[in-house]
């Protein structure tokens, strides 16, 4: 019988039932350190004081008011996030896929309003995720997204992660745009090289094309900078940004260049939900905490001293790892064995990471995770490399 949930998750054995900082606790009471947050969305970690506080000032005053009216929160946090980056203007969405959704439609309007309606190819790097929906899996392009759900949106093509000029050769006059993530994550923590994120910032001039960029597990401070770009000197036309913006409330943007938005008139596009009181609230709290240059150098120190502690980890663990790969606090531990043994290991010591492509176990701590926080976690993860090698034995 099928189950009452609908079984589309392979779930892991455990049930949360509360969140401290970095910690997570089970029903029976078992702590567990958290590398995981969510998949890069607690960024602030578990029930953060200042974003409890935000969410319930604003739940005792207004929970939702409809896009038809104004929403002061909603202004406010798009004035931040205008003020923070190279974007003129913000929609609001729930998640990372609906940012997808909408910096798809942004690059079709555009070109549709410039008079170049064929001009509806979106170029991608193979092993990247864009999200669940329809856009989503035709922009991810792999077949473990798209098998069985055809017929898929038209209009995207793939080259291989990193090829330059394999990107150069596939622009033809039917594209429009070039969506890559800076870092990607579901593909196995592997960063763009800066040359690399220049020189498409590059051929996108070149060629008169939008640069897009899903900054939606890689962005809001997760590297050590607000914006993983940054990190190359190189903003993007449009930026789809979800997860760690809301610090656990589902919350997702699409930033964008005024010229690149200049097709989304008034209904164009909207959503129910995208940029409600409650979630704007929430948003606004982690703003101003993740924004802060102090913060963002506390970020910076705490991912050298994990990547060091993590180097140590694979040296004294040869026949369990490979290396380390990653930016900031995304980081990547490629394995030599399967990582779901290495993150089920990591549950019977008390540490969450979380799975990835191309052999690799994510780390996505919390950004305030604190330096004996690290150091108790990665002594988690070689009892897990110990444990997995004697189950392996
Ligand atoms: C880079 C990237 N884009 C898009 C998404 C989809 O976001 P969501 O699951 O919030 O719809 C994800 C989710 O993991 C992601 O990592």
Same mark, same amino acid.
């Given at each position: 019988?099928?189950?009452? !949930?609908?079984? %589309?998750?392979?779930?892991a ?14 029903a029976?009471?078992?702590?567990f350190?958290?590398?995981?947050a969510?998949? /890069? ?6 029930a ?11 739940a ?5 008011? *409809?896009? $038809? ?15 923070? *980056?190279? +974007? ?6 729930? *998640? ?24 509806? %190819?979106?170029? +991608? ?7 669940? *929906? ?17 017929? $898929? $949106? ?12 394999a990107?150069?050769a ?16 579901? @593909? ?10 220049k020189g498409?910032?590059a051929?996108c ?38 997860? @760690? ?14 010229? /690149? ?10 959503? %129910? ?16 905490? !993740? ?11 705490? +991912? ?5 502690k993590?180097e ?29 043994? $290495?993150?089920k ?14 052999n ?11 330096e004996?926080?690290i150091?108790? /976690? ?12 004697? %189950?392996?034995?």
């Open positions: 019988m099928i189950p009452s !949930v609908l079984p %589309t998750y392979s779930r054995p455990l049930q949360f039932v509360k969140g401290e900082g970095t910690w997570l606790i089970e029976d009471g078992r702590r350190l958290d590398l995981g969510g998949i /890069a969305v607690n960024a602030l970690g578990h953060h004081p200042a974003l409890v506080q935000a969410l319930t000032d604003q005792q005053k207004l929970w939702h008011v *409809s896009n $038809l009216y104004e929403i002061p929160q909603q202004q406010a946090l798009a004035d931040k996030l205008v003020a923070a *980056s190279f +974007a003129d203007t913000v929609f609001f969405t729930n *998640s990372g896929t609906e940012s997808c959704e909408l910096a798809v439609k942004m690059a079709r309007k555009y070109w549709y309003d410039k008079g170049h309606p064929e001009k509806t %190819t979106i170029l +991608a790097f193979e092993g990247s995720f864009h999200g669940r *929906s329809s856009a989503g899996i035709a922009a991810a392009g792999s077949e473990k997204m798209t098998k069985g759900f055809a017929p $898929l $949106l038209p209009g995207f093509r793939h080259v291989g992660w990193g090829d330059h000029d990107m150069h596939a622009i033809d006059d039917s594209v429009g745009a070039i969506l890559i993530e800076p870092v990607q994550g579901e @593909g196995g923590i592997r960063p763009l090289p800066d040359q690399c994120l498409l910032r051929l001039d070149e060629k008169g094309i939008l640069l897009i960029l899903d900054e939606v597990q890689c962005g809001v401070a997760r590297t050590g900078r607000l914006f993983a770009h940054e990190w190359a000197g190189v903003t993007p036309d449009i930026m789809m940004v979800a997860k @760690g913006i809301g610090g656990g409330f589902p919350l997702g943007a699409v930033l964008a260049t005024e010229e /690149a938005a200049s097709g989304m008139t008034a209904g164009t596009h909207g959503s %129910t939900y995208g940029g409600n009181p409650l979630g704007c609230a929430v948003g606004c709290a982690v703003m101003d905490i !993740v924004s802060a240059p102090e913060f963002l150098e506390t970020v910076n120190a705490r +991912a050298g001293f994990l990547r060091q993590l140590g980890l694979v040296a004294s663990h040869p026949d369990v790892f490979e290396g380390v790969r990653g930016l900031g606090l995304m980081l990547g531990l490629k394995c030599k064995l399967a990582p779901i043994d $290495l993150v290991a990591g549950y019977g010591c008390g540490v969450i990471t979380v799975p990835a492509a191309d690799v176990v994510r780390l996505l701590p919390p950004l305030n995770i604190s004996d926080e150091s108790e /976690a990665v002594n988690r993860l070689d009892f897990a490399a110990d444990a997995v090698l004697e %189950t392996q034995g």
